[in-house]
C-alpha cells in the first residue's frame, strides 16, 4: 500500500521493489521464504511467469503484468523462474530482454544456463582456474570410446542433470563402453568427468554474493558414492576449509551466479569442485544449521538493486536531470 504511514519520503521513494518470480508459490517453500525475506526489505510481490508480458518498441522492452500493468520492479528474483503455463523459451527471452534493458535479474538467466549444463560449467571453472576434473563430451561412437579411454575412470552424467539421477561410474573396460554407447545412443551424446576419489561424503556449500552464506557436510548411506540428500544423504552443519570457501565462491564467480550451491569434495589434489547449481534448495543446510538462506539472498538482491538505484540517480543529475 503507497503512501501510507509516516516513513520519510526518501526513504519510501528508495524502496526496493521486488518481483519474486514464481509458479510454485504454493508448492515451493523455497520461493515462499524468497518473498517474505524480500518482503522484510522492501515491497514484495510473487510474479507469475506465465503471466508475464513484453512489449517492444523502439530500444526498449516494457515488461507488463497483466492487462496494462507495466511492473516497475527494481529487482526481479527468480524464485522458480520457469512455469508449467505458458511458454519456458518465451519467459526466458523477457529475463533476457529485461537484463539487456538493464533491469536487475538475480540469478542471471546465463547464469543459470551455465549451471544447468555440465560442459558449459566444466569449461568455465577451468578456465577461471577452479579446481574441477577433466571432462569431455561426444556424440559419436568412436568418439564416445577415445574420451572414455583418455579420462579412464569417470562418471558418466546427463548433461542437464540433477538428483543424482542418471549417474554412473564407467571404467575404461567392455562393460564400461557398453555403458557409454547405451548412453550414446538413448541421448545422443554422453559426458563423462573424471572421477576424483572421495570417502563418502561432501561439502555442499551455499554462496550468496562473495561470501559463503551457509555449508553442510553430505554423508553417503552405505554402499552409495553419491552424496545427494535425495539418494539418502544425511547433512551435518559445516564450517568450510579456507581452500573448500575459496573454490566455492571461485566457482559462483566463474558462472555469474548471485547465490550457488557448490558441490565440493576433498580430493586426492584438495577440493575439488564437481557441480554448481544455480536453483538450489537449502532445505538440508535449515534443517542442519536453522539458517534460512533466503535472509542473505534478499540481502544480497537489496544491496544490489540499492548500489544500483544510487548509480541511476547519479547518472541522471550529472545529466542535468531534474526529478525533484
Ligand atoms: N567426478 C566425480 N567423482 C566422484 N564423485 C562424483 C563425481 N561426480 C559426481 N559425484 C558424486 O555424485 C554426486 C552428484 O553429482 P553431481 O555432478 O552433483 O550431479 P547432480 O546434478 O545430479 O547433483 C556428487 O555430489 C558426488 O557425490
Ligand atoms: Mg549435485
Redesign the pocket.
Known amino acids: 500500500v503507497e503512501g501510507e504511514g509516516s516513513e520519510p519520503l526518501s526513504r519510501r521513494e528508495s524502496q526496493v521493489r521486488f518481483g519474486v518470480v514464481t509458479a510454485w508459490l504454493d508448492e515451493d517453500w523455497h520461493s515462499r521464504r524468497l518473498l517474505d525475506a524480500c518482503a522484510r526489505l522492501g515491497r514484495a510481490e510473487a510474479v507469475d511467469p506465465a503471466a508475464l508480458a513484453a512489449f517492444v518498441s523502439d530500444a526498449a522492452v516494457e515488461i507488463r503484468l497483466g492487462p496494462d500493468r507495466s511492473t516497475g520492479f527494481d529487482a526481479l528474483v527468480l524464485a522458480r523462474g520457469l512455469g508449467r503455463e505458458g511458454d519456458g523459451d518465451v519467459q526466458f527471452e523477457i529475463y533476457r530482454a529485461l537484463e539487456g534493458t538493464g533491469a536487475l535479474v538475480a540469478n542471471r538467466i546465463d547464469a543459470l544456463l551455465a549451471a544447468q549444463d555440465?560442459l558449459r560449467t566444466s569449461w568455465l571453472l577451468r578456465r577461471a582456474g577452479v579446481p574441477t576434473?577433466r571432462a569431455a563430451v561426444a556424440q559419436s561412437p568412436e568418439g564416445a570410446t577415445s574420451i572414455l579411454v583418455e579420462i579412464g575412470e569417470a562418471?558418466m552424467?546427463p548433461i542437464a542433470?540433477?538428483?543424482?539421477?542418471g549417474?554412473e561410474r564407467v571404467t575404461p573396460d567392455r562393460a564400461g563402453r557398453k555403458k557409454v554407447l547405451d548412453r550414446l545412443e538413448r541421448d545422443g551424446a554422453v559426458y563423462l568427468?573424471?572421477?576424483?576419489s572421495?570417502p563418502g561424503r561432501?561439502a555442499r556449500i551455499f554462496v550468496v554474493g562473495n561470501r559463503v552464506a551457509g555449508a553442510v557436510e553430505r554423508f553417503?548411506p552405505p554402499g552409495e558414492?553419491?552424496?545427494?540428500v535425495s539418494q539418502g544423504a544425511r547433512t551435518e552443519a559445516l564450517r568450510p576449509d579456507l581452500a573448500s570457501a575459496r573454490a566455492a565462491l571461485d566457482a559462483a564467480r566463474a558462472l555469474g551466479l548471485d547465490w550457488a550451491g557448490v558441490?565440493v569434495?576433498d580430493g586426492p589434489r584438495g577440493p575439488t569442485v564437481?557441480?554448481v547449481?544455480g536453483n538450489p534448495s537449502w532445505a538440508g543446510i535449515l534443517e542442519a544449521t536453522g539458517a534460512d538462506m533466503a535472509e542473505p539472498i534478499a540481502e544480497h538482491v537489496w544491496a544490489r538493486a540499492q548500489r544500483r538505484m544510487a548509480r541511476l540517480e547519479i547518472t541522471q543529475e550529472s545529466a542535468g536531470t531534474n526529478h525533484g
Do not use: C, F, I, M
Open positions: 555440465k576434473p562418471v552424467k542433470g540433477s538428483l543424482g539421477e549417474l568427468q573424471e572421477w576424483v572421495h561432501d553417503a558414492w553419491r552424496t545427494n558441490d569434495v564437481l557441480e547449481n
